[in-house]
């Protein structure tokens, strides 16, 4: 038989194969580097089911102008292999959505992954059976596979999120929602455009939709701290140095706060006088980035009247860019304290609305009605346009496994259980859902941290203990209810330690009218999440039960 044949046969019963050791749901980040170390690290067999139609997640998805990282790019990628992380070039300090989706399909192609993804398919339902101890998933081709491990890597950010405005459906012109961006792109050139929504994404838009539109009107709900993101080349010096260490940047990413080279200025921002403190603010605002979130002082996120005072000055700095006394006002963010929501980088945004030919409209004020046929009338006025953007966000963290039916012991759907909010250990398992892992699920650092740091560990953790099963003879691994209740106290406890429970924030579930009021990332930091995860599997994997095939053994 010629070589070629057979790998013709290899690659039929690899199509025709219906059962895996794992099946993965997702082909951004989490879900490529899973199939990885499942597959070629340590011989698993798995499927990936996609259901946009090639690799990306986030940034096959997200291809609006200006989409673009707000981690730099240096280390908003993988760390897990030397050889791709010294051969890889960005072109700027933070990489755009082009980029990175031609990094992740490098990846894709390098590790040969492609062959075990199905794309345009996506995941409807996923049942343990108690009896055989796998989970049945089925798709919404009609596949039905097997696997022993459900792995969850559906992205915390891919539910959008599109209000239900009265009318939505009749508007006739174009309409686009950022985070389903259409491949070919959108011509604004000369149009009547207006955008809903003034968050992190919005504010990468607005600009570059300005420059094109001949008219465009904003449509803003809550004001943000929009700080500079000074995007630009990387001195190649600086690329030579930092590739040089990588190994020690590396480490100090994954004990770190937030997954970032950022830490906090280790005193309070009331005992800095006010120049010190201008000095300490206008250094991180010239820098750009993050550094005034992440690396601002250390009570800024616990301590009211220490926060107000930075508040306070990021509010100056906002309302010096914009001549319009209104309208710098309207921007200007009073109902939530600094850094208590996600802070936008933003490159000219500011300055976007001293155009004649941007408009802001303050939706608190005078409300979105309804969506017409010719755009969208406010409490006081008619707006019509050629194209209307919704820049809406998603329904974060628990929205993309909601969307699945999953079910676990006596055919309980998770959506069920987290009625109330989700309730997991670790962010990574639940109670009742054996052998299913949730990469970045709530519970987890998640969304509070340079993500592909968060996805690393989390995927060496699962394929530490599935491999540890499988030394074991272990068939199932679920966490016990007393471990979950706690991680879920323990989850709130931080959380409600700081202040940003008190904003009205996707954190919490706010932008999605009846999702309950959950903080729902863990806020105990990378590092120390990362360390307790270790001593957890050291520790004879404390809080999990097993069971082999004759029966359990806590
Ligand atoms: C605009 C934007 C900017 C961001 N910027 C940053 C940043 O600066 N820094 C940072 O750390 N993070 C950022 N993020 C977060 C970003 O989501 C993560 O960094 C990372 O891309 C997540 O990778 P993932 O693989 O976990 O999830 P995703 O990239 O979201 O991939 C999940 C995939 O799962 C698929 N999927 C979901 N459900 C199903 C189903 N039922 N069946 C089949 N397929 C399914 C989706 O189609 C998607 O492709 C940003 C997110 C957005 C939206």
Redesign the pocket.
Known sequence: MSITRQGDQAAEAEERATDFDAVI????????YMLHSLRNELGFSARV????TDV???????RYPG?????DSYI?CYSFDKQLRQEWEWSER?PGHEE?RGYLEHVADRFDLRRDIRFS????DATFDEDAKHWTIR?NKGDTVSARFFI????????LNKPAFPGRDTFEGDSHH??HWPHEGVDFTGKRVGIIGTG??AI?AIPLIAERADHLTVFQRTANYGIPARNGPVDPEVTKARKAEYDAIWDRLRQSYF?FEHYFIERSALDDSPEERERELQSRWDGGGFGLWLANYQDMFFDKEANDAISEWVRERIQERVDDPETAEKLTPRDHPFGTKRVPLESNYYEAFNRNNVELVDVRETPIEEITPTGLRTEDAEYEFDVLVYATG?DAMTG?LN??NIRGRGGQLLRDKWAEGPRSYLGLTVADFPNMFT??GPGSPS?L????VS?EQHVEFISRIISDMRERGVEVIEPTQKSEDEWTAHSQEVAHSTLLPQSATWYMGANIPGKPRVFMPYLGGVGPYRQKCDEIAANDYEGFAFASRKGANA
Not at 121 to 124: F, H, L, N, R
């Open positions: 749901v997702g082909a951004g980040f989490s879900g490529l089911y996609e259901a946009g990306g997640g986030t940034w096959y998805w997200n989409a673009k990282s707000d981690s908003y933070y990175i398919t996506q995941v409807v798709t969850a890597a559906v992205g915390s950010l891919s539910a950022t985070a992190a994404t990468q997954g998603f993309p969307k699945i990469i970045t969304v941290s340079n993500m592909p996805i």
